[in-house]
T-cell receptor, first 116, second 112 residues
Framework: NAGVTQTPKFRILKIGQSMTLQCAQD?????MYWYRQDPGMGLKLIYY???????DKGEVPNGYNVSRSTTEDFPLRLELAAPSQTSVYFC???????????????FGPGTRLTVL | GDSVTQMEGPVTLSEEAFLTINCTYTATGYPSLFWYVQYPGEGLQLLLK?????DKGSNKGFEATYRKETTSFHLEKGSVQVSDSAVYFC???????????FGTGTRLTVIP
């Protein structure tokens, strides 16, 4: 299994440009997540999805959009990039809620985005 | 709201030294607590977890005990190795929710 994969690894955008960060997992996980990590800060949840066709906002959704057309893929779209979106973006996935336990979240290697 | 406060870094230790990275949390109810590790160029990996008070999570020589009375989950290792150099994140999740709340991360560098 490749686990969670993310592309690209690095990207530089100009203010106002758009781009899509790709995320894919091959573990047949229902739940997928997008986090951002700002310098010196912890990860914050942007959006998450509990299954194909279902998405919901996290803590910091403004300026982003997501879609989930398949179980495997969960792309994150940045419209009108701003310097405040300079960050490292992590995608993660897991099986979902567990009645008496907790399913580990598996993370991709991250995408480092700079907006100038 | 729910939050995690983690020891500021960076931390530099000599090989075989004792490691403690402090983590305290604020949460209602009974959260689960985690330590994640991020090695250079890689994504975060779960290092250990504890899901109820007084549980001790352990893995790869690392340990952490869920202390409800002090709302803490400090990470310890008796003898660090160069290969332990990484960024360590403390995190919590609430029962019935998948969202993880992360601390700011602590960068550990172990020198030979």
């Amino acid at each position: 299994n490749a686990g969670v994969t993310q592309t690209p690894k690095f990207r530089i955008l100009k203010i106002g440009q758009s781009m899509t960060l790709q995320c894919a997992q091959d573990m047949n996980h229902n739940y997928m997540y997008w986090y951002r990590q700002d310098p010196g800060m912890g990860l914050k949840l942007i959006y998450y999805s509990v299954g194909a066709g279902i998405t919901d906002k996290g803590e910091v959704p403004n300026g982003y959009n997501v879609s989930r057309s398949t179980t495997e893929d969960f792309p994150l779209r940045l419209e009108l990039a701003a310097p405040s979106q300079t960050s490292v973006y992590f995608c993660a996935s897991n099986l979902g809620l567990a009645g008496s336990g907790w399913y580990e979240q598996f993370f991709g290697p991250g995408t480092r985005l700079t907006v100038l | 709201g729910d939050s995690v406060t983690q020891m500021e870094g960076p931390v530099t230790l000599s090989e075989e030294a004792f490691l403690t990275i402090n983590c305290t949390y604020t949460a209602t109810g009974y959260p689960s607590l985690f330590w994640y590790v991020q090695y250079p160029g890689e994504g975060l990996q779960l290092l250990l977890k504890a899901t109820k008070a007084d549980d001790k999570g352990s893995n790869k020589g690392f340990e952490a005990t869920y202390r409800k009375e002090t709302t803490s989950f400090h990470l310890e290792k008796g003898s660090v190795q160069v290969s332990d150099s990484a960024v360590y994140f403390c995190a919590l999740s609430k029962a019935g929710a998948n969202n993880l709340f992360f601390g700011t991360g602590t960068r550990l560098t172990v020198i030979p």
